[in-house]
Nanobody, 117 residues
Framework: VQLQASGGGLVQAGGSLRLSCAAS????????VGWFRQAPGKEREFVSA????????HYADSVKGRFTISRDKIGNTVFLQMNSLKHEDTSVYYC???????????WGQGTLVTVSS
């Protein structure tokens, strides 16, 4: 499975962006997909996930109510809709995928989100 993250950019605080994680591989629609982010000088942190077995979603408290994760009908692309962006959301965002229950085996290359205050 190869993952391609895109959609990052520069946005003003309060604005929105939609990140995409496109994947190759037949089984991707059944994988759990997560978004993570890493700001300069900080550790990578979990942002959100959509589970491959039941489609349930999970969010970090810092983004709950502002970000929404979803998967397209075919299942080959996972989106992260980010609204009400804050300066502290500035990070490189990575998508990752794996078989449910087995962790994130595959990682994308990251896309930079910069939120100006």
């Amino acid at each position: 499975v190869q993952l391609q993250a895109s959609g990052g950019g520069l946005v003003q605080a309060g604005g929105s962006l939609r990140l995409s994680c496109a994947a190759s591989g037949r089984a991707f629609s059944t994988y759990t997909v997560g978004w993570f982010r890493q700001a300069p000088g900080k550790e990578r942190e979990f942002v959100s996930a959509i589970f491959g077995d039941d489609g349930s979603t999970h969010y970090a408290d810092s983004v709950k109510g502002r970000f929404t994760i979803s998967r397209d009908k075919i299942g080959n692309t996972v989106f992260l809709q980010m609204n009400s962006l804050k300066h502290e959301d500035t990070s490189v965002y990575y998508c990752a995928a794996g078989v449910p229950g087995y962790g994130y085996e595959y990682w994308g290359q990251g896309t930079l989100v910069t939120v100006s205050s």
